[in-house]
């Protein structure tokens, strides 16, 4: 490994991007290549099993690109796939987003009483409130699977009266009209697409519900890592590029885009990946 390859980033699909924008902010030296496996999203309603056979098969391409770190965007392979994708690859270093999100969130809740929203097979996973737990032994976590926005922001449909009356679906009995004693203080977004619903969410339940995205938290443990192995590139000069890849039209990546970075890809950018191939 050398600190002049590119850090692989790994989606499910386009939402990850918001994992990717937090890396190039904090990191604009790095070469990224990002890689959503666009012909198989949702991984979030797909089994523990599935997941993981997914995972690896699109860290092999990444590695075969010659990668210095890895870094899964998607919350349901962090949450399923780490170990196994850490076994396969010794000696990669390879960052999911559930411990820096989960550390965050235990951090800055102010009385412990955290809402873990995620997908469906992240939930099942279990793994979030483990995580919270074990930074912040005492709080009390809740998790809520929130599939529905997913799709909404696929959409592009972030804000607006459809969008609310769905949050207010899942979150109202947590936030907003809860039992006595039970009001949730803080918001986990454990799921890639959670941070483009952000301005909605915050009007909705107010100032004081402090809402947390692994996203920036994940791109400082990739900067403590690569600082730590000494695999981090020259800082300073000009941003380094991204390469895009996706395992399903280019067209669709570079439109659903648009809600999670704000600046423009082009379809001719998005290289095609064939994954599962040996
Ligand atoms: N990337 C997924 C996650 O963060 C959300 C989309 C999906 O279900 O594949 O869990």
Redesign the pocket.
Known sequence: MTADQPIGVF???V??LTVLRALRDRLPGESLVYLGDTAR??????SAAAVSAYALEAARALVEIGIKALVV???????HALEALRAAFPGLPVIG?VEPGAAAAGHASPTGRIVVI??E??VEAGIYPKAVLNGRPGARVVQQAC?LF?SLAEEGMVDGPIVEQVARHYLAPLFLDPPAGERGDCLLL????FPALVPMLRRLLGREVVIVDSASTTARAVEDLLDNRGLAAARGGAPAPICYLATDSPERFARVARVFVPWTIAPAEVGIAELGRE
């Open positions: 989606d499910s699909g939402g990850g999203l949702p991984y979030g309603t797909k965007a998607d919350n349901t392979s962090s949450a987003v995620a997908t097979s992240t599939p997913v454990g799921c890639t697409h």
